[in-house]
C-alpha cells in the first residue's frame, strides 16, 4: 500500500520519512519470505495509521523541525513495526534502526569538538534554537540553563510526545532503544552526554553535555539500567 492512501488526519499529522519506510521495510525482509512481505509492510502501515486516530493534533505535521527524519511520527512507525513483528525483532534491532535514521547527519558533523570552548558555544546556541521550535509547538517542553564557560551544556524536557506515546500504548519497553541514539550521536561530536532520568521512568529527559576529555564524566560514569537505558550515575 502506498503511504498516501493511508487513512489519518494529514492536516495535525505527517507520513513516516523516506529513511524510515526503507528501514522498516528492510528489516521485514531479514525475518518473513519474501511471499509475505507485502502483507506485513502493509500490517506495519495500517498500524500506524490506528496508532494516529486518536492522537493528539497539535503537533504541527510537517512543518514541526521535530517530525523530520528519526523525529516523532519515525519512532511511532518504529513502534507500529514493534507491535506488528515483536515476535522476530529485537531490542538490538529496534536501537540499530533509530541509529541508522539519527546517525548520518551526525557522522557529517564529525570536525565538531566539544572539547574546544568554540564549538561548545555553537552547540549552546544549536539548543536555544531548538527550544525556540519547542516553545512554537508546546510538542517537546524544553529548558536549556544560562552557558557557562569551562562547563557543561545542560538542557532538559520535561514533556516528550514519543515518550507519552509509548506510555499511552504500553510501549515503554522499546523506549530505550529509541532514546539511547542521543549517547552515539553525541560521541560523533567528540561529545558525552551524562543523563539520570528520562520522560518514560520520570518526570524530566535531562541532558548534560560534555566534551568526551571532560573530567565531569569521571565523576559520573556510565551504566544500562535494567530497562536498557544508557544513564549515568
Same mark, same amino acid.
Given at each position: 500500500?502506498?503511504?498516501?492512501?493511508? *487513512?489519518?488526519?494529514?492536516?495535525?499529522?505527517? &507520513?513516516?520519512?523516506r529513511? $524510515?519506510? =526503507?528501514?522498516?521495510?528492510? %528489516?521485514?525482509?531479514?525475518?518473513?519470505?519474501?511471499?509475505?512481505?507485502?502483507?506485513?509492510?502493509?500490517?506495519?502501515?495500517?498500524?500506524?495509521?490506528?496508532?494516529?486516530?486518536?492522537?493528539?493534533?497539535?503537533?504541527?505535521?510537517?512543518?514541526?523541525?521535530?517530525?523530520?527524519?528519526?523525529?516523532?511520527?519515525?519512532?511511532?512507525?518504529?513502534m507500529?513495526?514493534?507491535?506488528?513483528?515483536?515476535?522476530?525483532?529485537?531490542?538490538?534491532?529496534?536501537?540499530?534502526?533509530?541509529?541508522? *535514521?539519527?546517525?548520518?547527519?551526525?557522522?557529517? &558533523?564529525?570536525?565538531?569538538? $566539544?572539547? =574546544?570552548?568554540?564549538?561548545? %558555544?555553537?552547540?549552546?546556541?544549536?539548543?536555544?534554537?531548538?527550544?525556540?521550535?519547542?516553545?512554537?509547538?508546546?510538542?517537546?517542553?524544553?529548558?536549556?540553563?544560562?552557558?557557562?564557560?569551562?562547563?557543561?551544556?545542560?538542557y532538559?524536557?520535561?514533556?516528550?510526545?514519543?515518550?507519552?506515546?509509548?506510555?499511552?500504548?504500553?510501549?515503554?519497553?522499546?523506549?530505550?532503544?529509541?532514546c539511547?541514539?542521543?549517547?552515539?550521536?553525541?560521541?560523533?561530536?567528540?561529545?558525552?552526554?551524562?543523563?539520570?532520568?528520562?520522560?518514560?521512568?520520570?518526570?524530566?529527559?535531562?541532558?548534560?553535555?560534555?566534551?568526551?576529555?571532560?573530567?565531569?564524566?569521571?565523576?559520573?560514569?556510565?551504566?544500562?539500567?535494567?530497562?536498557?537505558?544508557?544513564?549515568?550515575?
Open positions: 500500500m502506498k503511504g498516501k492512501k493511508l *487513512l489519518f488526519d494529514r492536516k495535525s499529522h505527517a &507520513l513516516y520519512s529513511p $524510515c519506510k =526503507k528501514e522498516i521495510q528492510a %528489516k521485514i525482509a531479514l525475518h518473513y519470505p519474501e511471499a509475505e512481505r507485502e502483507t506485513i509492510w502493509e500490517k506495519v502501515q495500517r498500524q500506524y495509521a490506528d496508532f494516529l486516530f486518536d492522537w493528539r493534533t497539535d503537533l504541527g505535521g510537517k512543518r514541526n523541525f521535530h517530525n523530520g527524519v528519526g523525529g516523532t511520527y519515525d519512532c511511532i512507525a518504529i507500529s513495526y514493534y507491535t506488528v513483528c515483536k515476535a522476530v525483532t529485537s531490542f538490538r534491532e529496534i536501537e540499530e534502526m533509530e541509529e541508522n *535514521l539519527i546517525l548520518p547527519i551526525f557522522r557529517r &558533523l564529525r570536525f565538531v569538538d $566539544c572539547n =574546544k570552548p568554540f564549538w561548545r %558555544k555553537l552547540m549552546y546556541k544549536a539548543f536555544v534554537r531548538a527550544k525556540g521550535g519547542c516553545d512554537k509547538w508546546h510538542d517537546y517542553e524544553m529548558t536549556v540553563a544560562p552557558y557557562e564557560n569551562a562547563k557543561p551544556i545542560y532538559e524536557f520535561t514533556s516528550c510526545p514519543a515518550a507519552e506515546f509509548a506510555i499511552r500504548h504500553g510501549l515503554t519497553d522499546i523506549m530505550p532503544a529509541l539511547n541514539v542521543d549517547y552515539a550521536s553525541m560521541e560523533l561530536l567528540h561529545a558525552r552526554l551524562v543523563r539520570t532520568t528520562t520522560c518514560v521512568d520520570g518526570c524530566r529527559c535531562d541532558y548534560t553535555i560534555c566534551g568526551d576529555k571532560d573530567q565531569y564524566l569521571k565523576e559520573h560514569p556510565e551504566y544500562r539500567d535494567e530497562a536498557g537505558f544508557r544513564k549515568n550515575k
